[in-house]
């Protein structure tokens, strides 16, 4: 079983900066694809950016394309999401997710196995 607990979310103003970071279990953590996504109130969850095992390849959505860059320490078993120009409609629930197996959709979320609770990021006018 992995655990995926994420952190560093918080209350920012519009044009902030935030960092979130995702720690997992797991003795192959560093064999494991990761993603965020984020779910706003009264909104469908939708993909954020994801990175394969080795950060070799980094995908992002169109919406935080050159605001958000998702990094990874294997040594650490953590994955980092600093967030930049943070604006309002970046509000949202943040959560980590794992895919020990990889993806070959980075955007679906049934590719993911492991998810964390969620960490709260309000962008303020």
């Known amino acids: 079983q992995v655990q995926v607990v994420e952190s560093g979310g918080g209350l920012v103003q519009a044009g902030g900066s935030l960092r979130l970071s995702c720690a997992a279990s797991g003795r192959t953590f560093s064999n494991y694809a990761m993603g965020w996504f984020r779910q706003a109130p009264g909104k469908e969850r939708e993909s954020v950016t994801a990175?394969?095992?080795?950060?070799?390849?980094?995908y992002y959505a169109d919406s935080v394309k050159g605001r958000f860059t998702i990094s990874r320490d294997n040594a650490k078993n953590t994955v980092y999401l600093q967030m930049t120009n943070l604006k309002p409609e970046d509000t949202a629930m943040y959560f980590c997710?794992?895919?020990?197996?990889?993806?070959?959709?980075?955007?679906?979320?049934?590719?993911?196995?492991?998810w964390g609770q969620g960490t709260q990021v309000t962008v303020s006018s």
């Open positions: 997710a794992a895919a020990p197996r990889g993806f070959s959709r980075w955007t679906a979320s049934d590719q993911y196995d492991y």
């Open positions: 990175i394969t095992w080795n950060g070799g390849i980094r």
